[in-house]
């Protein structure tokens, strides 16, 4: 994953794609600094972690963008959101996350919604990474709110 992040990052010097070199600087900055913090080299998982968290950033960025009516700077947040996505590995459709959860389901039977925080302590290592976890905590809550 690092090895196409750096790839990415000659071509777009070569190719002089200015928006594609700064979010893969930014992706590049916030690995080694990650790196840095657990003072070896991150997984590919950990680093899906890493480029996840800086589209969640950029996705609150833009609720905020939305509240203050900066439409400009909203276009080029998503559009880094949309670059950033390109190193993401596929998401779990729902009907898939749904077949997780039933698993999980079966496996805890929770009783009421207080049983939430041990039902998303079982998905959340099954779908991290796989799936947006908003939905994953969504699609709980309407469960456990229907028992």
Request: charged share 35%; hydrophobic share 40%; no cysteine.
């Amino acid at each position: 994953m690092k090895e196409r992040i750096l790839i990415d990052l000659k071509n777009a010097m070569k190719n002089q794609n200015k928006d594609l070199l700064n979010v893969v600087r930014m992706v590049k900055g916030a690995i080694q600094l990650e790196e840095i913090s657990k003072k070896r080299e991150l997984t590919d998982e950990e680093v899906v972690a890493v480029i996840s968290k800086q589209i969640k950033t950029r996705k609150e960025t833009i609720s905020d963008l939305e509240k203050s009516g900066r439409t400009e700077l909203i276009k080029q947040t998503e559009k880094e959101i949309s670059i950033l996505e390109k190193y993401m590995p596929a998401m779990m459709s729902e009907e898939e996350i749904n077949k997780v959860i039933e698993e999980v389901f079966n496996e805890v039977n929770p009783t009421s919604a207080a049983d939430t925080g041990k039902v998303m302590g079982k998905i959340s290592p099954l779908l991290k990474g796989k799936a947006d976890m908003s939905l994953v905590n969504k699609l709980v809550k309407e469960r456990l709110n229907n028992l």
